[in-house]
């Protein structure tokens, strides 16, 4: 049962599973029912509002539901005398060796809790911590019921050994998920929030990795360039570490800041960005798509806007037209990607868009992963989003579910996924697309003010 307990909880690096693998190890082979409690690695850590009852078992498949409701109720109301405050404030095992239905109501409150413990009638109890790395990760509750009788001294003793296995693997479940809030943190702080432009809804999505509490070169950016135009950007830094994050962080700056300043268009603005990687020899290769929505004043009045592109080795955007059908932006042709061939002519391609049509950029990880090709993944995207299509969803609606169907329980890879929705113009600006914001130095729309007051202007 050791080795068991050795080999499942290092099979897992999820506090939650782990709980889970451990309450069914633990019963029927030392005890009738078990909970196993979690404490908060926060300014809670060692105290008593920082235990939370995350799992329980019971051999009996019909004391189940009443184990679970007395895990759910019991910590609020135990009392300061209980065995659980006693173990987690000694760090010592505490045992109830007979009696332990009588001895836990004393130390409960009047109340549902109290009144589960004479549903399940304990006889014998133990409370173990489950020590980690120099502080107590959680506690195990253990109880025998008169049938199976008292906790022997041989299943304590086991128990210490399973506790102790149990709590280093708790507690490096609670260091790679501090890791991989600070990797996720520093990734997404990185990135801005996107424009507001009128009528057009801009929704932003990234979902790392769980395989690894790594950064990535993942990354969306959209902006609007002084004369009106919305850029849309996705891209992917070669890489899965601290490395290609920071030269995402290089390759994301550069290719912002010249579209922002130039006005220039998709095609220029790889071919600039690429020279000067290679003049501030960035030394690294992405994958980029820039895309960028025009509209004239007589394509304003004929309720279309253009949508011109360059891509740079990345997967195809697809557009979800009013009618449902979807379509990939596959373009004239891919290029190579950025940090190749800095001389390179790169090429644009362009097309007209109805108002109401949606379009979404995302990255490799959405589409491609182990045991499924980019052509599969492809394809999967498509009718997934002509599915989703007719179920008329919000574009925040829309991207959630996408990333919900397309992505596995455990995702290999980061994604990131930029979407946009051109809302129609003859109307007001719907309210999920938010508030109207511009920069101070963009041009407002034609006919915007008259249709819906003044835009809000960012400082």
């Not at 009738?32 to 920082?50: F, K, N, S, Y």
């Not at 173990?128 to 506690?139: I, Q, S």
């Not at 929030?193 to 990535?216: F, K, L």
Request: charged residues 25%.
């Amino acid at each position: 049962m050791l080795a068991e307990v050795t080999t499942e909880l290092a099979e897992t690096l999820d506090a939650e599973e782990a709980v889970s693998r451990l309450t069914q190890l633990v019963v029927p082979a030392l005890a009738d029912w078990c909970i196993v409690t979690l404490a908060d690695d926060d300014e809670r850590a060692g105290t008593w509002q920082g235990l939370q009852d995350a799992g329980s078992w019971h051999a009996d498949p019909e004391l189940r539901p009443a184990l679970e409701r007395y895990a759910q109720t019991r910590l609020a109301a135990l009392t300061d005398r209980s065995y659980l405050a006693r173990a987690l404030r000694t760090g010592r095992v505490v045992t109830v060796p007979t009696g332990a239905t009588t001895a836990l109501q004393d130390v409960l409150q009047p109340g549902e809790a109290r009144d589960l413990v004479g549903v399940l009638r304990p006889e014998s109890a133990a409370i173990l911590p489950l020590r980690g790395r120099g502080r107590t990760v959680g506690l195990l509750t253990l109880c025998n019921g008169t049938q199976r009788g008292q906790l022997t001294r041989a299943d304590i003793e086991t128990a210490r050994d399973v506790a102790s296995r149990a709590g280093l693997a708790l507690d490096n479940a609670r260091l790679y998920r501090q890791q991989r809030d600070l990797a996720e943190g520093l990734q997404l702080s990185m990135f801005t929030e996107p424009p507001e432009p009128d009528h057009v809804q801009v929704v932003v999505r990234y979902s790392p990795a769980t395989e690894a509490a790594q950064v990535g070169g993942d990354w969306y950016d959209s902006f609007l360039q002084p004369g009106g135009a919305t850029v849309l950007v996705i891209g992917d830094v070669i890489g899965h570490d601290v490395a290609a994050a920071a030269a995402m962080g290089q390759v994301r700056t550069l290719l912002r800041g010249i579209a922002a300043d130039s006005g220039a268009g998709p095609a220029e603005v790889l071919v600039r960005v690429d020279k000067v990687m290679q003049t501030l020899q960035v030394g690294t290769t992405a994958t980029v798509v820039v895309a960028r929505l025009e509209q004239t004043p007589d394509e304003r009045e004929r309720g279309i806007t253009h949508l011109r592109w360059s891509n740079a080795g990345h997967p195809p955007p697809m557009v979800v037209n009013p009618n449902g059908t979807v379509t990939p932006l596959a373009g004239v042709q891919a290029d190579l990607l950025l940090g190749i061939a800095p001389e390179i002519e790169r090429v644009e391609s362009d097309v007209i868009l109805d108002r109401a049509a949606t379009v979404l950029l995302y990255t490799d990880g959405l589409v491609e992963r182990r045991g499924q090709g980019l052509d599969d993944g492809l394809s999967l995207l498509r009718d997934t989003l002509a599915d989703l299509a007719a179920e008329d969803l919000t574009l925040d609606e829309l991207c959630d579910e996408v990333l919900r169907r397309m992505l596995p329980k455990r995702p290999e890879d980061d994604v990131a996924l930029v979407a946009v929705r051109l809302h129609p113009q003859d109307r007001p600006r719907p309210a999920e697309a938010g508030p109207n914001r511009l920069p101070p130095n963009v041009e407002v729309e034609p006919g915007l003010e008259a249709e819906a007051g003044p835009p809000r202007r960012d400082s």
